[in-house]
């Protein structure tokens, strides 16, 4: 037996094979790896110094830093970030409101479906009695070529104390639509069609009058069609 001889064809056959040349690569790369890492370790030379460096770089003398000033710094951006976040959704809230309202505006409206509309808000309608009926209370003025009309779920309520004022041209367009709320005080103002009526939410009648005066809808004043006597619903 050679054993020269095989060691030698073995050495050959692993050279043709590109074995050799792996191996080598193999070693060449893990001698490199150790290399980089007892240069650039935890515990180096070089990291041991790139370590004191930064924090040298990065003293900070508490003794001359306004603590009070970076306080109202820091307070102030979150502030600012704050009223971003508040703005941005009230904006998108406004929009999305706005939107919902104006999605199924009519070219035309009639005052006796107002007065319908209206009948929702009457408080304990279904208390009354089989001949009993609740009167609401609606004035409508048609002087001057205009028409003012004042409405209110309440009974016996006068003109200018009612919840709702509408004034309608002699055309139909609604040139002015208020609405008339109770203050925390208790007394009343009132609110226009304004960001903060569309913001705190629109309901019923309310919201009905709202796409009215904001599309440009016609509005038929048929007072003799209005139905202000109102029965228990239960009976009818």
Avoid at 73 to 102: F, P, R, Y
Avoid at 149 to 154: E, P
Avoid at 213 to 227: F, N, P
Wanted: aromatic share 8%.
């Amino acid at each position: 037996m050679d054993l020269n001889k095989m060691v030698m064809e073995s050495l050959e056959k692993m050279h043709s094979e590109g074995k050799v040349q792996s191996i080598v690569e193999k070693h060449v790369e893990s001698t490199v790896n150790d290399v980089v890492k007892d240069l650039f370790g935890n515990w180096s030379d070089f990291s041991k110094s790139l370590k004191e460096t930064a924090k040298d770089a990065l003293q900070i003398n508490f003794n001359d830093l306004n603590l009070a000033s970076y306080n109202h710094l820091i307070l102030q951006a979150i502030k600012d970030k704050l009223d971003d976040e508040i703005t941005n959704q009230g904006v998108a809230q406004i929009k999305t409101q706005i939107e919902s309202l104006l999605s199924d505006t009519k070219r035309e409206y009639k005052l006796s479906d107002l007065v319908k509309e209206l009948t929702k808000e009457i408080e304990n309608l279904d208390e009354l009695g089989y001949d009993e009926c609740h009167d609401m209370s609606l004035h409508v003025d048609d002087s001057y070529g205009s028409y003012w009309i004042s409405l209110d779920s309440r009974s016996d309520i006068r003109e200018y104390e009612c919840k709702y004022r509408i004034l309608v041209s002699s055309e139909g367009r609604v040139c002015s639509a208020k609405v008339q709320q109770e203050d925390y005080k208790g007394g009343r103002s009132v609110i226009d069609f304004d960001i903060k009526a569309v913001t705190r939410g629109l309901h019923g009648l309310e919201e009905t009058l709202f796409k009215i005066y904001t599309s440009g809808a016609r509005l038929i004043v048929d007072e003799e069609s209005c139905e202000t006597e109102i029965s228990n619903p239960e009976y009818d």
